[in-house]
């Protein structure tokens, strides 16, 4: 089974429990209290060339949250091209995934619409 088969399995078996317990013990936070935000874009690259407006409308709006990006080695190069985007780590390198998973966002958008 590859990495990539492996978390999509995992994000499918305990990604909707995982969200529901986080709300019960992480209080929301205002706009004026998010500093990072993460997305989390495992999808092809034309999505990922769909997803820089969003971006850029956020950054626009508000422009004080670092912005990281979570996804595959196949989309990095289109993330690198944003500058809106701090950082990019890719999921199947561990110690990116690790990088990404023990930073502390303030907002997680997972893109992925097939879950």
């Known amino acids: 089974m590859g990495k990539t088969v492996l978390l999509k399995l995992l994000d499918l ?11 019960l013990i992480v ?13 989390i874009r495992p999808g092809g690259i034309g999505d990922a060339v769909l ?3 969003a971006i850029k409308a956020i950054k626009t709006k508000y422009p004080d949250p670092q912005i990281d990006i979570l996804a595959e080695k196949r989309n990095c190069g289109v993330f690198s091209i944003c500058p809106e985007v701090r950082d990019i780590n890719l999921y199947d390198r561990p110690k990116e995934l690790w990088n990404a998973i023990r930073n502390e966002y303030d907002v997680v958008i997972d893109t992925e619409s097939s879950y």
């Open 13 to 23: 078996l305990l990604g909707t429990p995982l969200v529901h317990a986080a709300r």
């Open 27 to 39: 209080p929301r936070k205002n706009v004026s209290e998010i500093h990072k935000i993460l997305f």
């Open 51 to 53: 997803l820089i407006p």
